[in-house]
Structure formats: structure tokens, C-alpha cells
């Protein structure tokens, strides 16, 4: 007797990128905006063909570290948590974030002799700090952070 095998359903997307509706716009700011400012300061228009999106909300807060941003090199992504889209984040600390993302697309990570890839060297660093609100932002982040988590 042949063995019975469950019929496959194909789906134009799967079905959870449905779901995830992720976007430019959030309620206080615009993600596409942002990028578009932050690359013509910072990079000379030099990150292209990039996608910057608010990430997905996620149904239990962090309880001890918070991820503020994420690249994917490999698919050109760049998301944003969705938590920032708040009216109480500055507007620069947000750019922030977000130069931070961008910087990473920009400044090759270090292979170590372990095998580990050091994706914050030096150089990273350095340009990071050349972001015209660094040391306010990362004071901010500090003294903001507990409302992040749960």
C-alpha cells in the first residue's frame, strides 16, 4: 500500500511575513526619513539599496539587555525596534541608532585569531563617535534604559 503524504499548500509570502506588517513610518517617526538624512551627512549617499524598517513587537519585554537596532548585511535590512517609536526618544538619539546601524555596512568587522569576528573595532569606534550626538546619546541610553525593559 502506498504511503499517504500530506499535500504541501504554496504561499506567495509565508504566511508570518504577513503578519510582521513592518514599515517606514512609525506613529512619531519616519525610519526612510531618518536614513535618507543620515546618509547624505554621514555617507555621502554611499549605503544604497537598503530596506530600514521598525522590527516586529514582541509579546514579552527583555528583562536584562535590550536590542535598540539590527543590520542584515545579506539581505539589506536594516530594523529598528519598535519600542523607540515613542514620543518620549529624542529625535537625535534615534538617528543615533540608526547611524549606528548604517555604520556597520560601512566599516568591515576584524576576524580574530580565535575565529571571532569583531564587528565593533577601533575604526568602528571612531566613527561612531563622530556622530554629532554621541556621548548625549549614549548618556541617554544609560539613564533610559530601565524603560525598555520589564
Known amino acids: 500500500m502506498a504511503k499517504k503524504t500530506k499535500r504541501k499548500i504554496a504561499y506567495r509570502k509565508l504566511p508570518m511575513q504577513g503578519q510582521l506588517n513592518l514599515r517606514q513610518e512609525g506613529k512619531h517617526f519616519d525610519l526612510g526619513v531618518l536614513f535618507?538624512?543620515?546618509?547624505?551627512?554621514?555617507?555621502?549617499?554611499?549605503?544604497?539599496?537598503?530596506?530600514?524598517?521598525?522590527?516586529?513587537?514582541?509579546?514579552?519585554?527583555?528583562?536584562?539587555?535590550?536590542?535598540?537596532?539590527?543590520?542584515q548585511e545579506q539581505d539589506r535590512v536594516i530594523r529598528i525596534h519598535p519600542l523607540l517609536d515613542q514620543a518620549f526618544v529624542p529625535p537625535w538619539y534615534l538617528r543615533?541608532?540608526?547611524?549606528?546601524?548604517?555604520?556597520?555596512?560601512?566599516?568591515?568587522?576584524k576576524l580574530l585569531r580565535s575565529g571571532r569576528r569583531q564587528v565593533h573595532t577601533e575604526e568602528f569606534n571612531r566613527r561612531e563617535r563622530a556622530f554629532h550626538s554621541y556621548y548625549r546619546a549614549r548618556r541617554w541610553e544609560e539613564q533610559n534604559l530601565p524603560r525598555f525593559l520589564r
Open 96 to 109: 543615533y541608532v540608526l547611524y549606528h546601524e548604517m555604520l556597520h555596512s560601512v566599516v568591515p568587522d
Open 36 to 71: 535618507n538624512q543620515l546618509n547624505k551627512r554621514y555617507f555621502r549617499g554611499r549605503v544604497r539599496n537598503y530596506k530600514v524598517e521598525w522590527g516586529r513587537r514582541r509579546k514579552h519585554r527583555p528583562k536584562d539587555h535590550f536590542v535598540f537596532g539590527t543590520i
